[in-house]
């Protein structure tokens, strides 16, 4: 590690036990902020993280929706992300008025959203549900006769295909994974024949279509480390690479694209950590009507899950 880093890392050590805080990362950020955090994962697992752990700060490494999943789920204490400007687009693409005309249209339809929704839109939900388990969740509601699944039409498309389901889909999706295009895996395939493709379900369905595997960013690390493969094409966003090398040192991981990188996941770094713990800010905290509601559509899944 860097001298810089060594440094910063001691600090933020330090003040993270004096503030009480956990640090959650998601695994798309970057090393360096991976290595100073106490838990890293996937949606799910990161609001999992959030609602059990004592400590009285959470220090979110992600971006705005996980934070604010974080407050939901745990209201007595406070949430803070080190640069609260990291948002998702995905998540932006929708809004809570737009889930309210779709609910009037289709008064008779269960509520399903990704977790990569503002919590606004989520106190509209039935249901949420992470990448790890939207199949789950739409299996479930099989005595329901119409269900939307919102915002990310490239997920609702794999989960759609996945149950034999027909979903009433919203015109979301992620900018990171839609640079994943097919030539890239039909290229990387080229150069490494015998490496099996694993791509995350946010990527466009023509290169879902030709992967081995579709999983979430903690299944990616589940499969790497099971697999018998030794080389994997990795289709998702490039920064959970560095968690699948350092927990596989022996197995080689290619990114399907190079141009697959979040630039609201890279915003945080360890100075933003350190201030963050200075100030104890910025804060997140979702209003209480808006939370109690929303923490709905979060229980129901974690209870199906
Ligand atoms: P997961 O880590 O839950 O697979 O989500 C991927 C993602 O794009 C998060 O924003
Ligand atoms: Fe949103 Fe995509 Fe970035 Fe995840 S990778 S935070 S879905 S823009």
């Known amino acids: 590690?860097?001298?810089?880093?060594?440094?910063?890392?001691?600090?933020?050590?330090?003040?993270?036990?004096?503030?009480?805080?956990?640090?959650?990362?998601?695994?798309?950020?970057?090393p360096e902020?991976?290595?100073?955090?106490?838990?890293?994962?996937?949606?799910l697992e990161l609001s999992r993280a959030a609602a059990n752990t004592n400590a009285k700060v959470i220090v979110f490494c992600g971006v705005h929706f996980m934070a604010e999943t974080a407050s939901i789920l745990s209201p007595e204490k406070l949430v803070i992300m080190p640069d609260v400007n990291a948002g998702c687009p995905m998540a932006n693409m929708i809004t809570a008025a737009d889930v309210r005309k779709l609910k009037k249209e289709h008064p008779e339809a269960?509520?399903?959203?990704y977790v990569n929704t503002s919590a606004e839109v989520k106190a509209e939900l039935d249901y949420s549900c992470t990448s790890t388990n939207a199949v789950t969740v739409v299996n479930y509601l099989k005595d329901k006769k119409e269900i939307i699944f919102v915002p990310d039409k490239y997920l609702a498309d794999y989960v759609s295909k996945k149950t034999g389901r027909k979903l009433i889909s919203w015109n979301g999706f992620c900018p990171t994974h839609a640079k994943i295009?097919?030539?890239?895996?039909?290229?990387?395939?080229?150069?490494?024949?015998?490496?099996?493709?694993?791509?995350?379900?946010?990527?466009?369905?023509?290169?879902?279509?030709?992967?081995?595997?579709?999983?979430?960013t903690s299944q990616m690390a589940k499969f790497a480390r099971e697999t018998e493969a030794k080389e994997?094409?990795?289709?998702?966003?490039?920064?959970?690479?560095?968690?699948?090398?350092?927990d596989n040192p022996a197995k080689e991981f290619y990114p399907a694209s190079e141009a697959a990188v979040c630039p609201n996941m890279k915003r945080t770094t360890q100075e933003k950590i350190l201030w963050a713990l200075e100030e104890l800010k910025e804060e997140v905290r979702v209003p209480d009507d808006i939370r109690l509601r929303a923490k709905k559509a979060i229980d129901r899944m974690l209870e199906i899950v």
């Open 1 to 30: 590690m860097h001298k810089r880093y060594q440094d910063l890392s001691k600090k933020i050590e330090v003040l993270k036990k004096e503030r009480q805080a956990v640090i959650l990362a998601h695994n798309y950020q970057l």
């Open 33 to 43: 902020v991976q290595d100073v955090a106490d838990f890293r994962g996937d949606s």
């Open 110 to 113: 269960a509520v399903v959203g």
């Open 181 to 216: 295009l097919p030539e890239d895996i039909r290229r990387e395939r080229t150069f490494h024949p015998f490496a099996k493709v694993m791509v995350h379900p946010e990527c466009l369905s023509s290169v879902v279509a030709m992967a081995d595997a579709v999983l979430s």
């Open 232 to 246: 994997m094409i990795v289709g998702t966003e490039v920064g959970l690479i560095y968690r699948l090398k350092k």
